[in-house]
Nanobody
């Protein structure tokens, strides 16, 4: 069974940086898409960034130019580099993989940006 575990969250001041990681355990044959979502208190979960099998990336308008998604297939890991963080980036960040015709979610990691 595939499990995703996020790490790297924490408390940071506005303008700071964090790097999130999401590592998968279990057997995966084919990954279609790896991505990050976030959910702030009282808000719906929203897409932050994705990277597809071919390497193309997509970002929410709110994070373009500040966040960067990358992956290491050999380590079954996806990363989210977050720079110039703002208080409105505060949320629980979840990784999501589409692999082997199934969708997998991590349990989330808290990111808190203080002003």
């Amino acid at each position: 069974q595939v499990q995703l575990v996020e790490s790297g969250g924490g408390l940071v001041q506005a303008g700071g940086s964090l790097r999130l990681s999401c590592a998968a355990s279990g057997i995966i044959f084919s990954i279609s898409r790896m991505g990050w979502y976030r959910q702030a208190p009282g808000k719906q979960r929203e897409l932050v960034a994705t990277i597809i099998n071919g390497g193309s990336t997509n970002y929410a308008d709110s994070v373009k130019g500040r966040f960067s998604i990358s992956r290491d297939i050999t380590k079954n890991t996806v990363y989210l580099q977050m720079n110039s963080l703002k208080p409105e980036d505060t949320a629980v960040y979840y990784c999501n993989w589409l692999a082997d015709s199934a969708a997998y979610w991590g349990r989330g990691t808290q990111v808190t940006v203080s002003s």
